[in-house]
């Protein structure tokens, strides 16, 4: 259980994101929930130095549908960090479990098969009430907390590790 605000972040301890180009790819499924993170991420992004410009957002139908969107991202635009916005809640059937673990397990490999960092932002959440306090609710919103980690991922990317660290 989620006992922190996901919105919480200390800019000063972030890199500095405006060289930086981020792509988030958006589920339209549960798009009250995804839509709120979208935004989070987006406000975010540009609150810690991303330019609008360097923002690409693209939706796809679902959750599942996530990893072709975020690999053909990845393919045809030129960026330093890639976000998966989904929402899958549980229900009565083994749906949820069956996507849930088909998203990770691709996300996982989008990871280790290119070089550029895909954030999984994806709620995996038993009941509405829990995702909507995880998209801008009580919890916070996770999509801010993603855009976080994206830019310190893209700081990894873009860092010379062999002589350097990354300050953050």
């Not at 932002?121 to 306090?133: A, F, G, P, W, Y």
Request: glycine share 8%; with cysteine.
């Amino acid at each position: 259980m989620a006992t922190t605000n996901l919105s919480y972040y200390d800019k000063a301890s972030i890199p500095n994101a405006k060289s930086f180009r981020f792509g988030i790819v958006v589920s339209e499924w549960n798009s009250d929930i995804t839509g709120s993170m979208h935004k989070g991420a987006i406000e975010t992004l540009i609150d810690c130095g991303a330019e609008k410009e360097n923002i690409i957002s693209w939706d796809v139908p679902g959750s599942f549908e996530l990893v072709y969107g975020c690999k053909k991202m990845i393919e045809t635009q030129q960026l330093d960090a890639v976000i998966a916005i989904g929402n899958v809640i549980q229900g009565e059937t083994k749906h949820f479990d069956f996507v849930c673990e088909g998203v990770t397990q691709g996300l996982v490999d989008l990871n280790m098969k290119y070089d550029v960092p895909v954030i999984f932002c994806v709620l995996t959440d038993n009941t509405k009430q829990q995702s909507i306090d995880r998209s801008g609710g009580k919890l916070g919103n996770k999509g801010i907390e993603c855009a976080v980690a994206a830019i310190k991922m893209a700081a990894i990317k873009n860092s010379n590790t062999s002589t350097s660290t990354v300050g953050f």
